[in-house]
């Protein structure tokens, strides 16, 4: 059984960029959450994906945004990157809406210059 | 608004030396409360899922047991392999969508 992946690991960017960070979701998961976590901090809940469409958001502005697609990876795009996006980006996939166990991938690290 | 508060911030054990980490909570309609390890730089790794009050699970040193208000993790005879920061988490039968809410997490230091 695969596990949840990530990619990239590391990424720098600069102040009004936009990035775009993807997620392969466990084998027989349909529900990917994403979460930002900033050093020092717990994960924060940004959005989740349940079959290709948006299933619930945190307080997180629309310049972050998500795609699911039909293998159920996924996408998250933040456009015009300020210095405080700087963190630990999550992804996490549950067996599906209901299942309440959510297990993350090692996540990406994103710094904003 | 669902909230959860770990205590202490910070714990540093000696090997052998057991201990508790403390998760309070509120939260509108209790789903699950969730118990997950993470290493430096990594993603977190799912220890325990609680459901209701009284709920006791156990996975070699690590046991969680769960209130009305609050769940402990306690930690037997710790290793330095269990040097890690513990996050809690609770998962609201609001809103729908399946998010956790998590505490800020004890980090636990074991040394030889």
């Known amino acids: 059984e695969t596990g949840v992946t990530q990619s990239p690991t590391h990424l720098i960017k600069t102040r009004g960029q936009q990035v775009t960070l993807r997620c392969s979701s466990q084998?027989?998961?349909?529900?990917v959450s994403w979460y930002q976590q900033a050093l020092g901090q717990g994960p924060q809940f940004i959005f989740q994906?349940?079959?290709?469409?948006?299933?619930g958001r945190g307080n997180f502005p629309p310049r972050f945004s998500g795609l699911q697609f039909p293998n159920y990876s996924s996408e998250l795009n933040v456009n015009a990157l300020e210095l405080d996006d700087s963190a630990l980006y999550l992804c996490?996939?549950?067996?599906?809406?209901?299942?309440?166990?959510?297990?993350f991938g090692p996540g990406t690290r994103l710094t904003v210059t | 608004e669902d909230q959860v508060t770990q205590s202490p911030e910070a714990l540093r054990l000696q090997e052998g030396e057991s201990s508790s980490l403390n998760c309070s909570y509120t939260?509108?309609?209790?789903?699950?409360l969730f118990w997950y390890r993470q290493d430096p730089g990594k993603g977190p790794e799912f220890l325990f899922t609680?459901?209701?009050a009284g709920e006791e699970k156990e996975k070699e040193r690590l046991k969680a047991t769960l209130t009305k208000k609050e769940s402990f993790l306690h930690i037997t005879a710790p290793k330095p392999e269990d040097s890690a920061t513990y996050l809690c988490?609770?998962?609201?039968?609001?809103?729908?969508?399946?998010?956790?809410?998590f505490g800020k997490g004890t980090k636990l230091t074991v040394n030889p």
């Open positions: 939260v509108s309609g209790l789903r699950g």
């Open positions: 994906y349940y079959r290709e469409e948006e299933n």
């Open positions: 084998s027989g998961h349909n529900t």
């Open positions: 996490a996939s549950s067996r599906d809406r209901v299942s309440y166990e959510q297990y």
């Open positions: 988490a609770v998962q609201s039968a609001q809103g729908g969508s399946e998010k956790l809410v």
């Open positions: 609680l459901y209701s």
